[in-house]
């Protein structure tokens, strides 16, 4: 299986603060990885796919970079909508597996 | 644009199974596939398997092996889970999840989630 450990686990920050998430893979998922956001009892919410493309409707601060093993989710400035936790996943293999998530908190 | 609705929630004794719901809504499952994700209380999004209804193919977590089941029936677009031999642990907000498979594989539509409680 292909592990995934994402950091920081968690972060406090600011309303307007740039904030960089990462993800490492054990081994090369080419492009497959995905970032999603999360609030409080909600369903998670699409992000990124392709470990760049921004999906549909996700305003122009999240963005993403990365391909192989070594990736990031960075948001350029920090919105009050935007306190949640975000999960990276790899879609690579056959078994889909999430990163442990990081919650951004509100400093 | 389609919805995921879920069925309600359960409470199921250890040892017993439960089998949870995903119905599509304003669309057909079409060439999708169906994933399914539970997250225990207070912790991170866990993947436990996906079918691919047109083709009738299914693939699990190593983890659940043996104890999920996942399927879906294309007429009436519905998806199911069934999780047997339940304990303590599987206490979780269990949901689906279309899987948009054109280049890269990706969850763009969750279902609306579905509490399982398993208690004595």
């Not at chain 2, 199974?17 to 995903?22: G, L, T």
């Not at chain 2, 079918?51 to 996942?70: D, E, M, S, W």
């Amino acid at each position: 299986d292909i592990q995934i450990t994402q950091s920081p686990s968690s972060l406090s920050a600011s309303v307007g603060d740039r904030v960089t998430i990462t993800c490492r893979t054990s081994q090369s998922v080419s492009s497959y990885l995905i970032w999603y956001q999360q609030k409080p009892g909600k369903a998670p919410k699409l992000l990124i796919y392709g470990a760049s493309t921004l999906h549909s409707g996700v305003p122009s601060r999240f963005s993403g970079s990365g391909s192989g093993t070594d990736f990031t989710l960075t948001i350029s400035t920090l919105q009050p909508e935007d306190f949640a936790t975000y999960y990276c996943q790899q879609t690579y293999s056959d078994f889909h597996n999430f990163g442990q998530g990081t919650k951004v908190e509100i400093k | 644009q389609m919805q995921l609705v879920q069925s309600g929630s359960e409470v199921k004794k250890p040892g017993s199974s439960v089998k949870v719901s995903c119905k599509a809504s304003g669309g057909t499952f079409g060439s999708y596939a169906i994933t399914w994700v539970r997250q225990a209380p207070g912790q991170g999004l866990e993947w436990m398997g996906r079918t691919i209804p047109v083709l009738g193919l299914a693939n699990y977590a190593q983890k659940f092996q043996g104890r999920v089941t996942i399927t879906a029936d294309k007429s009436t677009s519905t998806a199911y889970m069934e999780l047997s031999s339940l304990r303590s642990e599987d206490t979780a907000l269990y949901f689906c999840a279309r899987e948009e498979s054109v280049y890269y594989y990706y969850l763009d539509v969750w279902g609306t989630g579905t509490m399982v409680t398993v208690s004595s």
